[in-house]
């Protein structure tokens, strides 16, 4: 049973699943874990690591529209070395300045492999839920799709640097404040385009009819073919940018408020998934 099979069980249970964070009583609460053999390709610092996995929670976050209050994390490793945490907690700390948050701490275990799970709250009046996409609304995504897929190529051809650089994403959790007001749906890609718009699509009862040519980003130019720039911008997954869904009277303001590029690549229907009329695979990135 995959994961995403497992939280449609869990939802039926727990009345606060199936959103990128749960809501109480204006508390967003997010938690992640992710593994070096999975998440870390060979070559990621422990800077890049405290960065991108503190930025995970935050980014679930920045999907309900949350304002973060603070990120805390676990450390687990088959050694404690201490250039490793205090680069990882560095990492973990400058990415919560990045978005006006704190990181403040977390846990030690011992552990077969590297891995790390981390949680961040904030506060929203107003979450943004998946399940109010309406047959309408524009479809919308923000930034560009497609650099952790360029990433790993580098990482591939042993240009870390390069690589890292890449993999230090930026939260969309200014976005999600801006968009909040104005979005019927919303959620992060961090299991890439496509299956981001299957699982709204279910959330909502509806459907999702895109259009090309999608905002991939150009580093993906230097690294892919035609063929695979498709590839990792709609199926990779792990770009942490925002899918919404937005009211066509709302679309002006809502451009006007975003932070960053907000493109429209399609229109809610009534069923279906398509790209360019033809269906879209439910496919992405699987824990």
């Known amino acids: 049973m995959d994961e995403r099979t497992m939280l449609g069980l869990l939802a039926d249970r727990l009345s606060h699943a199936g959103d990128d964070a749960a809501v109480i009583d204006?508390?967003?609460?997010?938690?992640?874990?992710?593994?070096?053999?999975?998440?870390?390709?060979?070559?990621?610092?422990?800077?890049?690591?405290?960065?991108?996995?503190?930025?995970?929670?935050?980014?679930?976050?920045?999907?309900?529209?949350?304002?973060?209050?603070?990120?805390?994390?676990?450390?687990?490793?088959?050694?404690?070395?201490?250039?490793?945490?205090?680069?990882?907690?560095?990492?973990?700390?400058?990415?919560?300045?990045?978005?006006?948050?704190?990181?403040?701490?977390?846990?030690?275990?011992?552990?077969?492999?590297?891995?790390?799970?981390?949680?961040?709250?904030?506060?929203?009046?107003?979450?943004?839920?998946?399940?109010?996409?309406?047959?309408?609304?524009?479809?919308?995504?923000?930034?560009?799709?497609?650099?952790?897929?360029?990433?790993?190529?580098?990482?591939?051809?042993?240009?870390?640097?390069?690589?890292?650089?890449?993999?230090?994403?930026?939260?969309?959790?200014?976005?999600g404040r801006a968009l909040a007001p104005h979005a019927s749906a919303m959620m992060d890609s961090s299991d890439g385009l496509a299956r981001s718009l299957h699982q709204l699509a279910e959330a909502s009862d509806s459907g999702m009819a895109v259009e090309t040519p999608l905002p991939i980003d150009d580093t993906v130019a230097a690294v892919a073919g035609a063929e695979e720039r498709m590839e990792l911008g709609a199926f990779f997954g792990e770009d942490f940018e925002l899918v919404c869904t937005i009211p066509e009277s709302d679309l002006p303001a809502a451009r006007a408020a975003s932070p960053v590029t907000l493109t429209r690549i399609g229109t809610v229907v009534e069923d279906g998934v398509t790209l360019e009329g033809q269906p879209l695979p439910d496919r992405g990135y699987t824990h």
């Open 26 to 175: 204006g508390l967003a609460v997010t938690i992640d874990m992710l593994h070096e053999t999975t998440d870390f390709p060979s070559g990621t610092t422990r800077y890049t690591a405290g960065w991108r996995a503190v930025g995970a929670s935050l980014s679930d976050l920045a999907a309900m529209g949350a304002d973060p209050t603070g990120a805390v994390a676990v450390y687990g490793a088959p050694a404690f070395e201490q250039e490793e945490i205090l680069a990882f907690v560095d990492g973990a700390r400058d990415i919560c300045e990045v978005v006006g948050t704190e990181y403040v701490g977390g846990d030690l275990d011992d552990h077969e492999e590297f891995t790390v799970a981390t949680a961040a709250v904030g506060r929203t009046d107003d979450p943004v839920f998946r399940s109010g996409a309406q047959p309408g609304d524009a479809i919308c995504v923000t930034g560009t799709l497609g650099r952790s897929g360029a990433a790993l190529r580098y990482f591939d051809r042993g240009e870390v640097s390069r690589a890292n650089d890449l993999f230090q994403f930026r939260p969309r959790v200014e976005a």
